[in-house]
Nanobody, 122 residues
Framework: VQLQACGGGLVQAGGSLRLSCAASGRTFSTYTMGWFRQAPGKERNFVAAISWRGGSTYYQDSIKGRFSISRVNAKNTVYLQMNSLKPEDTGVYYC????????????????WGQGTLVTVSS
């Protein structure tokens, strides 16, 4: 599976962005998808994950109620809608795929996209 994330950019605090991650291959619908982010000088952290059918979603506590993960299997795409953005949301956002159930541990994900940069100004 090859993943390509896009949709990042510069936004003011309080603004919104929607990230997209397009996957190649015909088996996208069998993968759990996740989003992670890496702030400058920090380790990569879990943001959100969605089960292969989209019936279950999981979020990091700090973004609950502001971010929403979704997927359209017919388009081989997973999305991350980010609202009420804060400067601390700044970082490179990565999408990732794994065969088993949703997890917040990056080590369990098998495939990674190249990342898209989100910068939130105060």
């Amino acid at each position: 599976v090859q993943l390509q994330a896009c949709g990042g950019g510069l936004v003011q605090a309080g603004g919104s962005l929607r990230l997209s991650c397009a996957a190649s291959g015909r088996t996208f619908s069998t993968y759990t998808m996740g989003w992670f982010r890496q702030a400058p000088g920090k380790e990569r952290n879990f943001v959100a994950a969605i089960s292969w059918r989209g019936g279950s979603t999981y979020y990091q506590d700090s973004i609950k109620g502001r971010f929403s993960i979704s997927r359209v299997n017919a388009k081989n795409t997973v999305y991350l809608q980010m609202n009420s953005l804060k400067p601390e949301d700044t970082g490179v956002y990565y999408c990732a795929a794994k065969k088993t159930g949703p997890s917040g541990w990056s080590g369990e994900y098998d495939y990674w996209g190249q990342g898209t940069l989100v910068t939130v100004s105060s």
